[in-house]
C-alpha cells in the first residue's frame, strides 16, 4: 500500500448488494492525491462497480431516496451527506430499504 | 466533528431520527422508538392482559422488528400476553423457502412458537404452481387474496385473540396515497384504522408499528443486528405500489413529516352517509369474512380448478359468463359420452 492511496472498505446490505454484482463487501484504494468525498465517491461507483440499473441506486448526483448510508455506523444526515470528506479506512454501508417487508 | 446525543447523555450521536429530527446516539434512539410503540399500544388499547397473539412474520425487516420489540414490551412492561409467530407459506421457490429460514431463526431466538400455514395445505396450490397456469400477470391478486385469509385461517387454528402485522407508517402512507388514487374508498375509510375486524366473525388486525418510519426500523434492526430477509419476491413486484413509494420517498426527502401529515390526513377523512359502504358478510362457501358472495378467494380458486384462472380477476358478470359456458360445454360432452356409451 503506498502513501498516495486512500483506502476504504464498501458494504452494501438489504438487496443494496443486487446492484453492485451480488458483493457485500469490497475494499477500495482510491487516488490519495486528491481530496474524496462521498459525492466524488458515488461518481466512481457509477462509474466503476454500478453494474446494475444505476436508477435504482442514484437519482441525480446522490442517493435514491430510500437508501441509507452510513459511515462508520454513524447515519450520513449528521456528517454532511455528500458533502463528507472521506478519511483513510472509512467503512461506507448503504442499506437498501426498498426491498422486501 | 461528532454531534452529541440531543438527550445530553454525554455520548455521541449516530443517528438523525426522521420522525423528529433528533440526533441521537444508539441507546437513546433504542429508548424513543420503543417507548413510542409502547404509547401506540396503551393509547390505542391494541391488547389486553391475557390474550394470545399472533405475529405475522415474513422473515422481513418489519415483522422482525415487530417480533423482538412486542417481546421486549411485554417483558419490559408485562403485558402478560402470549405471543406466537404466524407465517404463511406462498410456496415460492427461491424466495419464501429462503425467508422462512429467517422466521425460523426468530422463533430459536425470541423462543415464540411458530405455525407455518402453506397455499398447499390450505387451497391446493402453490404460488410456483399458479404462475405455471396463470403467468406472470395478475399472480399478485392470487397471492394477496390468498395472504389475507390464509392469515385468517392460521390465526383461527392458533386461537389467537388478534394478529400483529408490521405494517409500518410508509406502507401506510403508500396506501393512503393509492387509494386516494384509485378512488377506492371503502378502502380508503379502513386503511389508516390501528385495529381492523373484531367483530363476532373476525379476529382483529392491529398495526403496532402504524406510527413507526421505515428508516427507523431499518436502523433499529441494524444496530440491533437483527437478521432479516431482504430479497425482492421473484414474481413482479407490485409496480403500481412502487410509484407511490417512489413518490413518497421524493417527498419525504424535501419534507420529512410528510409521511405523518399523509396519515394523519388519511385519519381525519369523513365520508359522506350517502358513499357506499361495502357490506362485510361470511362466504356461504368458506365461511371467512367477505364483502362479496362468494368470497374472492373462493372465486380465484374455483378459477384454477376449472382451468379458467381469470375467472375472479375482471367483472363479476364476465366470471359468471365463463363459468355458465364451461358448465354448458361439460354438460355437451357429457351427453356425448352418454350416447358413445350407449353403443
Ligand atoms: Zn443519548
Ligand atoms: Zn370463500
Known amino acids: ?98 426491498h422486501g417487508g | 466533528m461528532p454531534i452529541n446525543c440531543k438527550s445530553s447523555c454525554g455520548k455521541k450521536a449516530v443517528l438523525k431520527r426522521p420522525k423528529t429530527g433528533d440526533a441521537l446516539c444508539k441507546e437513546c434512539f433504542f429508548a424513543a422508538f420503543e417507548a413510542e410503540i409502547h404509547h401506540t399500544i396503551i393509547s390505542s388499547n391494541l391488547f389486553r392482559r391475557g390474550e394470545k397473539v399472533a405475529v405475522a412474520a415474513s422473515g422481513g425487516k418489519d415483522s422482525t422488528v415487530l417480533a423482538h420489540v412486542l417481546k421486549l414490551l411485554n417483558e419490559t412492561h408485562d403485558y402478560g400476553l402470549e405471543l406466537v409467530l404466524l407465517s404463511i407459506d406462498e410456496g415460492i421457490t427461491g424466495y419464501r423457502d429462503d425467508s422462512l429460514e429467517t422466521v425460523k431463526q426468530n422463533r430459536d431466538d425470541y423462543q415464540m412458537a411458530l405455525k407455518i400455514l402453506s397455499y398447499e395445505e390450505l387451497y391446493g396450490w402453490t404460488m410456483d404452481r399458479i404462475v405455471a397456469q396463470i403467468g406472470r400477470s395478475n399472480n399478485c391478486t392470487f397471492c394477496g387474496v390468498f395472504r389475507r385469509q390464509a392469515l385468517d385461517r392460521g390465526a383461527k387454528q392458533l386461537g389467537v385473540d388478534s394478529i400483529a402485522t408490521g405494517h409500518n407508517a410508509d406502507d401506510i402512507a403508500e396506501t393512503v396515497l393509492m387509494n386516494i388514487l384509485r378512488g377506492d374508498t371503502a378502502r380508503l375509510r379502513r386503511c389508516t384504522d390501528i385495529k381492523t375486524g373484531g367483530g363476532d366473525d373476525t379476529i382483529p388486525r392491529v398495526k403496532p408499528l402504524k406510527y413507526s418510519y421505515e428508516k427507523e426500523i431499518v436502523m433499529y434492526a441494524h444496530y440491533k443486528k437483527l437478521v432479516y430477509f431482504s430479497t425482492e419476491c421473484v414474481f413482479a413486484p407490485n409496480a403500481y405500489r412502487g410509484h407511490a413509494r417512489a413518490f413518497l420517498k421524493d417527498l419525504e426527502k424535501v419534507r420529512p413529516s410528510v409521511i405523518m401529515d399523509i396519515i394523519h390526513s388519511g385519519e381525519q377523512l369523513r365520508f359522506k352517509d350517502s358513499v357506499k359502504k361495502p357490506v362485510r358478510g361470511v362466504c356461504a362457501r368458506c365461511g371467512f369474512v367477505s364483502s362479496q358472495q362468494p368470497c374472492k378467494a373462493c372465486v380465484l380458486l374455483e378459477g384454477l380448478n376449472r382451468g379458467l384462472p381469470k375467472l375472479g380477476i375482471g367483472k363479476k358478470s364476465k366470471g359468471d359468463r365463463m363459468i355458465a359456458n364451461q358448465d354448458r360445454e361439460i354438460a355437451l360432452r357429457e351427453r356425448a359420452n352418454l350416447v358413445k356409451n350407449d353403443f
Open chain 1, 1 to 98: 500500500m503506498s502513501a498516495k492511496e486512500l483506502q476504504i472498505n464498501l458494504e452494501f446490505s438489504a438487496g443494496a448488494e443486487l446492484l453492485f454484482g451480488n458483493i457485500k463487501r469490497r475494499k477500495l484504494s482510491l487516488d490519495g492525491t486528491v481530496k474524496w468525498t462521498v459525492a466524488s465517491l458515488l461518481k466512481w461507483m457509477h462509474a466503476n462497480i454500478l453494474t446494475e440499473r444505476p436508477e435504482l441506486f442514484l437519482q441525480g448526483d446522490t442517493v435514491r431516496p430510500g437508501i441509507l448510508v452510513l459511515i462508520n455506523d454513524t447515519d450520513w444526515e449528521l456528517l454532511g451527506e455528500l458533502e463528507y470528506e472521506l478519511q483513510p479506512n472509512d467503512n461506507v454501508l448503504f442499506i437498501s430499504t426498498l
